[in-house]
């Protein structure tokens, strides 16, 4: 069995850590925040204090850090490829530009080292869950090796392609289209509220019309709970994401008007909930209209 490794142990990192090693696989981790650090070690995982730590105990590890800086810190140069063992494989299943991951995969050549470029999808509960979707990009061979591995953190893994930059291209374009749908549920639920509807009313009907869905019903459960920050779906990481889509699309000449609707209410959002999750966006819409959205009515 393969050992394995993981770099940030946030929301989404301490759920694939989690579920790796219920999967029977030893774990290594590095965070830098001690309250993370402390949970990995009670779900009996390893620590160590440096990524070049983490890819000498590891034959995958998963990169699961912010911004495309991070993943390059991490993994190259004194990071994990100066101390990974040939034939293993850097799992990057953190959301960056598709260009980085190019840059980092044209930079781990020669290195012996696989990079599997696999942006995930299915949020806090995915990755706490085991049943990410991932976005997979490498040769077949490097996939078919590594499955077990992403096996015990995902319930569907696509392959997307065989280069990096392909599994972030997906993603970039799921995004484009998740986001959408977050910032058009904030704006009907704002709707509501103003309207006078309850807003289990509103949950019942959407969540069994062709409108409903994973994004939708979920994003109205926490509107009409009011439960906007802790839930594990920080609003800086969506912001990030349609602002990766944005680039894409100004990249390629692709006209984006619902995403870059999207990204606007996002930035609003971003702007005076800055603590807060994604839903937090449909606070700045009811703070323009005057009325909230609860579950057993608007207020």
């Not at 289209?177 to 904030?186: D, E, N």
Request: hydrophobic share 45%; charged share 15%.
């Amino acid at each position: 069995m393969k050992t394995t490794g993981v770099i940030g142990l946030g929301d989404m990192g301490s759920g694939i850590a989690k579920n790796l090693i219920a999967n029977g696989f030893s774990c290594t981790g590095l965070d830098l925040l001690p309250a993370r650090r402390e949970a990995f070690e009670a779900m009996g995982g390893t620590l160590a204090d440096t990524p070049a730590a983490v890819g000498a105990a590891a034959d995958a590890v998963f990169v699961m850090v912010m911004k495309g800086d991070q993943a390059k810190e991490v993994i190259l140069g004194d990071g994990l490829i100066s101390t990974m063992k040939p034939g293993g494989a850097v799992i990057l299943s953190a959301t960056i530009k598709p260009h980085e991951a190019r840059e980092i995969g044209a930079a781990m050549e020669g290195s012996g080292v696989h990079l599997i470029d696999t942006p995930v999808s299915g949020g806090f509960p995915g990755a706490q869950g085991g049943t990410l979707t991932m976005m997979a990009a490498a040769p077949d061979t490097v996939l078919d090796e590594f499955a077990p591995v992403m096996e015990a953190v995902s319930a569907n893994i696509h392959r997307v392609g065989t280069k990096p930059g392909d599994g972030q291209t997906v993603k970039a374009c799921l995004q484009s289209l998740i986001g959408a749908q977050f910032s058009a549920t904030f704006e009907a639920a704002a709707l509501a509220a103003k309207a006078g509807v309850p807003g289990q009313v509103i949950l019942d009907v959407f969540s069994t019309s062709s409108a409903g869905c994973g994004v939708v019903n979920n994003a109205l459960e926490k509107i009409i709970d009011r439960q906007f920050e802790g839930t594990g779906s920080h609003i800086n990481t969506m912001h990030k994401d349609l602002t990766i889509s944005m680039g894409l699309g100004e990249e390629l000449g692709v006209p984006l008007h619902t995403a870059a609707a999207a990204m606007q209410i996002f930035h609003a959002g971003k702007t005076k909930y800055p603590n807060g999750d994604n839903w937090a966006c449909t606070r700045v819409i009811e703070e323009i209209v005057g009325a909230e959205l609860h579950r057993d009515g608007a207020k």
